[in-house]
């Protein structure tokens, strides 16, 4: 089993991504490989609605989306992971996101899931409730922990001495390690995921 861990922050040495190696150690520990895809530096183009990825099957802007989307498709679980800029997550992971789920967001369910968020002093929970809703549409079921998957710190490093947060974030790589494993021993007993009603799609005017 594998979960794929996606780095927000365009800081390589980031507190961001600093949080996410705890994740992936806790997980490591308890079986599961890790893999941690850094958004990157790089200026992230956003989703333009050009429904090209509907007959194309993937996004046509690219900029690692597709690379990550096939990685995703490939393993079990998710962890997003972003700074707070101006209360509300990157932007470039924002834009990443936008473009990965119109694209792909179909062949993600089912997945367990999971978003956390750093911060200097504050805006991780409305973070955390944007990068929710891209899972919780496309069926990825969310995995919680003690807490809010939040941490804080400023300069590089300092979120590692969030007491409380890195807990946090361990519960959370444990709870995702167990939800795994119970999900794949239900498969082994023939238990499969329910079938998705589709067809209705209701427009607000008339």
């Not at 992936?24 to 958004?39: H, K, M, P, Q, Y």
């Not at 490093?157 to 946090?168: F, I, N, R, V, Y």
């Amino acid at each position: 089993m594998k979960v794929m861990l996606l780095n927000g922050s365009p800081r390589a040495k980031s507190n961001t991504r600093a949080a996410l190696e705890e994740c992936a150690r806790v997980l490591n520990g308890c079986g599961i490989d890790t893999e941690i895809f850094d958004v990157g530096a790089e200026p992230v183009s956003g989703c333009t609605g050009c429904g090209a990825c509907v007959e194309a099957g993937r996004c046509v802007a690219d900029g690692g989306v597709n690379a990550f989307a096939e990685k995703l498709r490939a393993a079990d679980g998710l962890i997003v992971g972003t700074p707070v800029h101006f209360a509300s997550p990157s932007g470039a992971v924002i834009s990443f996101l936008d473009r990965l789920f119109y694209s792909a967001g179909g062949s993600f369910a089912h997945k367990p899931a999971a978003a956390i968020a750093v911060a200097r002093r504050a805006g991780t929970v409305a973070s955390l409730d944007v990068l929710n809703k891209y899972l919780s549409y496309s069926q990825m079921p969310l995995v919680s922990a003690t807490y809010w998957n939040d941490a804080f710190g400023q300069k590089p490093g300092e979120a590692l001495q969030d007491a409380e947060g890195m807990q946090t974030l361990r519960n959370l790589a444990r709870n995702m390690a167990w939800l795994l494993k119970c999900i794949e021993l239900g498969r082994q007993n023939g238990l499969t995921p329910p079938e998705a009603e589709r067809g209705a799609r209701t427009n607000f005017i008339r």
